[in-house]
């Protein structure tokens, strides 16, 4: 069974700090992880993902195999990253089944 | 312009009153899915699709169908709807082969 682990519904920060939202995953062979991002309650977005290993809006993510990780990073956070962040993990194949955690509400101060 | 249209974007019904909310992407995408999104629980897979006539139950399909009769569409069917399907519902789909899925912009039902 494949599983995503955001370990913080709340995470608070100001502006211009570095801001890291965790995500652990739990799947027997090899998942695509994704980062979703959804702004007041509209459309999920898609941020990131392991595979192409870019940079959005500032943030990145790297997979951790050893330790089952996809932890979103960015080092100056801005008042307008302030959402609610998902981690999902597909597990490709033919079923393409994607999972999602159970999100991290980021706020930004000023 | 490629994306996932849901209908209708609000709804407020009566439980037990059958209901329809349709869902339509134009990317010719084989893999189609529904999700309901409730504070503290995240999005959850209802059901999904992986090519026309061809579904299979999510994380928590009870008190739902679905049909893939055309490769587009893939509406979500409540035959009787309760207060407990009071959610956020999102449709998304996906290439076969690709990465990343698309999202709609949600259906807000009510079931009072």
């Known amino acids: 069974a494949q599983r995503v682990t955001q370990p913080e519904k709340l995470l608070s920060v100001f502006k211009g700090a570095p801001v890291e939202l965790k995500c652990n995953y739990s799947?027997?062979?090899?998942?695509?992880l994704f980062w979703y991002v959804q702004y007041s309650r509209q459309r999920l977005q898609l941020l990131l993902r392991?595979?192409s290993r870019e940079s959005i809006k500032g943030f990145t993510a790297d997979l951790n195999k050893g330790e089952t990780s996809f932890h979103l990073k960015k080092p100056f956070a801005q008042e307008e990253d302030s959402a609610m962040y998902y981690c999902a993990l597909s597990s490709g194949g033919s079923n393409y089944k994607l999972t999602f955690g159970k999100g991290t509400l980021l706020t930004v101060n000023p | 312009e490629a994306q996932v249209t849901q209908n209708p974007r609000y709804l407020i019904t009566v439980t037990g009153k059958k209901l329809t909310v349709t869902c339509s992407q134009n990317m010719n995408h084989e893999y189609m899915s529904w999700y309901r999104q409730d504070p503290g629980l995240g999005l959850r897979q209802i059901y999904y699709?992986?090519?026309?006539?061809?579904?299979d139950k999510g994380d928590v399909p009870e008190g739902y169908k679905v049909s893939r009769k055309e490769k587009r569409n893939f509406p979500l069917i409540l035959e009787s709807p309760s207060p407990n399907q009071t959610s956020l519902y999102f449709c998304?789909?996906?290439?076969?082969?690709?990465?990343?899925?698309?999202f709609g912009s949600g259906t807000r039902l009510t079931v009072v």
């Open positions: 392991h595979i």
């Open positions: 799947y027997s062979g090899s998942p695509e």
């Open positions: 998304a789909s996906r290439r076969q082969g690709a990465n990343g899925y698309t």
């Open positions: 699709s992986m090519n026309v006539e061809v579904t």
